[in-house]
């Protein structure tokens, strides 16, 4: 049974800084990538970065690169998002998912949560001003 348990949200000044863990269990994720998600009240589920597993190789959000890192420890199969700079507009439960993608076929491709495979129950990120 594949679980992936989200961890590392809370409450977050602007300006601050938060580390989510996804850890991910119940199967061999080598061909999968792992993808970090958002859904703020009242608003779609929005994508934010995405890793593969087998090589690292990494996509973010536009409008999110430069404050967002993904990461991922093989070892311990835990996909990590560092979020730095927080705004108020951040506010959002975060998700990640797992997507199974070949080796040849570009992550940025996997930017729809429609195609994700397997997702967590999410963690709430709350940035205040």
């Known amino acids: 049974q594949v679980q992936l348990v989200e961890s590392g949200g809370g409450l977050v000044q602007a300006g601050g800084s938060l580390r989510l863990s996804c850890a991910a269990s119940?199967?061999?994720?080598?061909?999968?990538?792992m993808g970090w998600f958002r859904q703020a009240p009242g608003k779609e589920r929005e994508f934010v970065a995405i890793?593969?597993?087998?090589?690292?190789?990494?996509y973010y959000a536009d409008s999110l690169k430069g404050r967002f890192t993904i990461s991922r420890d093989n070892a311990k199969n835990t996909v990590y998002l560092q979020m730095n700079s927080l705004k108020p507009e951040d506010t959002a439960v975060y998700y990640c998912?797992?997507?199974?993608?070949?080796?040849?076929?570009?992550?940025?491709?996997?930017?729809?949560?429609?195609?994700?495979?397997?997702w967590g129950q999410g963690t709430q990120v709350t940035v205040s001003s």
């Open positions: 890793i593969r597993w087998s090589d690292g190789v990494t």
């Open positions: 998912a797992a997507v199974w993608l070949s080796w040849n076929t570009a992550v940025g491709s996997r930017t729809n949560p429609r195609e994700y495979n397997y």
């Open positions: 119940g199967r061999t994720f080598s061909n999968y990538a």
